[in-house]
């Protein structure tokens, strides 16, 4: 599967942005997670969403992002509100297929910038 992310972008803090992640195909039996990497620093975990729908957030973002998925449509998005300048990175979105194979994608970036 192949991956394309968008809606990143530049805003003020407690500013909001929603990404988009578009999938090549079917995301039915795909975990799917949104990761970020801000300069010097790794990457890591911000929210996943299991193909049955279940969530898990980074501490640093609880409250304030929102992960959801629409089978239908291939896609995933990341609601993100109340943003700081902490959570400026480059955002990508990784797809982990469990059936009938094992696959990992991951989709380019795009960045965030939280600035005033």
């Known amino acids: 599967v192949q991956l394309q992310a968008s809606g990143g972008g530049s805003v003020q803090p407690g500013g909001s942005l929603r990404l988009s992640c578009v999938a090549s195909g079917s995301i039915f039996y795909i975990n799917m997670g949104w990761y970020r990497q801000a300069p010097g620093k790794q990457r890591e975990l911000v929210a996943a969403?299991?193909?049955?729908?279940?969530?898990n957030y980074a501490d640093s973002v609880k409250g304030r992002f929102t992960i959801s998925r629409n089978n239908a449509k291939n896609a995933m998005y990341l609601q993100m509100n109340s943003l700081k300048p902490e959570d400026t990175a480059v955002y990508y979105c990784?797809?982990?297929?469990?059936?009938?194979?094992?696959?990992?994608?991951w989709g380019k970036g795009t960045q965030v910038t939280v600035s005033s």
């Open positions: 990784k797809a982990d297929r469990i059936y009938p194979y094992r696959e990992t994608a």
């Open positions: 969403i299991t193909s049955g729908g279940s969530t």
